[in-house]
């Protein structure tokens, strides 16, 4: 199954025949490319006590799994960082001890005393005798033993190498990616795009070239980068069914955002895909540096156009007035399709068999209690929502003058915090559309009557991120005759 704008073409096989994105519309603004905030990588990962993170790809894999060690230690927890191929010692500022023991046994016995004084330790079995002298990893199968030591809350595991190259496609035999996983994190970094795909930014770029049905020596764009990354035989190989799947694009800074996101536009549309990060773990003492290194984390965000009510003080149906060639429900609905929302849902009640044929390319719900007010709504709407889908915008059927880039926006602010709620407004004045998170569904599948959501927007009122417009007219909504007359004199 692949999510709104990422269909397969014909060629879209597991064979090797090239990956053809076709992304929802993505718009470039301003405000974009502001840095307003950074996340801890353990908040965007959604990292929770038991996790076995896996890192594959390139980019930056051991400073990633170090700095996410270091984050999970400050908090108190006891994790163990290892590798199923090979990594250089650690320095005592990147791990507090190092195990190295071939034998299982004595290895499970070693890690469980060594965590009833450090917060952080990493194992190996052995220390390589060459110039280099990396140590040698774990089989992916005791990786699943190791984490079952009731001792260890978090198990990260560099598992895959990539010779420092920026873009990487596994050999046959990789990458070892431990059965026992449950986040898998395909990595890549920026400086990739726009180079040559050669030996130099790439790892076996003649199996990238494969993948993508490139050539090599073609340049690297976002969408041959998101394709090596998606692919099952890229960065999606060897992901164990259950695991949630989160690439990190690495080295971004303000300079390179406008081209990550481009990358995280297509990646984001892959239903095997959760979330993509975007930021610079690989920054001088990032481990000492007390601000997290992720700019943005993308999540899968749903649509929903509240559309089912009567409009009695109107007297007529609101959503069938017209507004130049088209009624105002279908305006609203081009506006959520012309956003970066994964799905869009209509939620109709009064008089849906009239207004269904107009609309296109939604999902279309009926609301059979639509008297019994907007809570109902809420709850038709939500209950539409597929698992996968961590964010949802609601909005009114109503508000004529909300634009995509005001959507945009929202999404954005939401991508730079993972605030539960957030909203747009004017001087104080709170509009809509509203974005809410997953946390609040179940309080908002609980709301009675015209409940709306600004109960919870007051009740989590500190929480709330404000996202400021420089007109109120983005709120003007259309509940009487001087309303419409009002709209109509603007045209």
Known sequence: MWARGFSPTREHR????????????????????????????????AVNRGDIVSFVGAGGKTTAMYRLAHELANLGWRVVTTTTTMIRPPSPEQ??????????????????RALESHHHITVATRQRRDEKGKLVGLQPELVGKLASLPSIEALIVEADGARGRSLKAPAAYEPPVPPATTILVPMM???????????????????????????????ITPE??????????GGLKNAP?????????????????????????YLISANSIERVLLGAVAEPDS??????????CWTKVAGVILAAGESRRLGRPKQ???LGEKTMLEHIVEVALSSPLQEVVVVLGHRAEEIQPLLEGVKVVVNE??????????????????????????????????TPQLVESLITRHRRTLAPIVAPRFRGQRGNPVLFARSLFPELLSLQGEEGGRSLIEKYHSLVEWVEVDSEDYFLDIDTLEDLKHLRSEE
């Open 224 to 233: 041959v980068a998101a394709q090596v990354i998606a692919h099952p035989e």
């Open 14 to 45: 597991p064979e090797g025949r090239r990956y053809i994105f076709t992304p929802p519309p993505f718009h470039f603004s301003p405000n974009s490319v502001t840095l307003l905030s950074r996340m801890r990588l353990q908040e965007a990962l």
């Open 369 to 402: 209690e639509w008297p019994q007010g907007l809570s109902a709504s809420l709850r038709v709407g939500l209950e539409a929502l597929s698992p996968q889908f961590e964010a949802c915008l609601f909005f009114l059927a109503d508000q004529p003058k909300v």
């Open 189 to 219: 970094a920026i400086d990739a795009l726009g180079q040559p795909l050669d030996e130099r930014i790439a790892h076996r770029p003649e199996l990238i070239a494969r993948l993508t049905r490139t050539s090599l020596g073609d340049l």
């Open 287 to 296: 481990l000492q540096d007390p601000v997290g290194p992720i700019l943005e």
């Open 320 to 322: 069938l007035l017209p």
């Open 241 to 265: 069914p259950s695991a949630r799947v989160i690439p990190l694009i690495n080295k971004v800074d303000s300079s390179t955002l406008v081209p990550a996101q481009e990358v995280a536009n």
């Open 95 to 112: 791990s507090e001890e190092t195990i190295l023991e071939a034998n299982s046994t004595r290895l499970l016995q070693k890690v469980k």
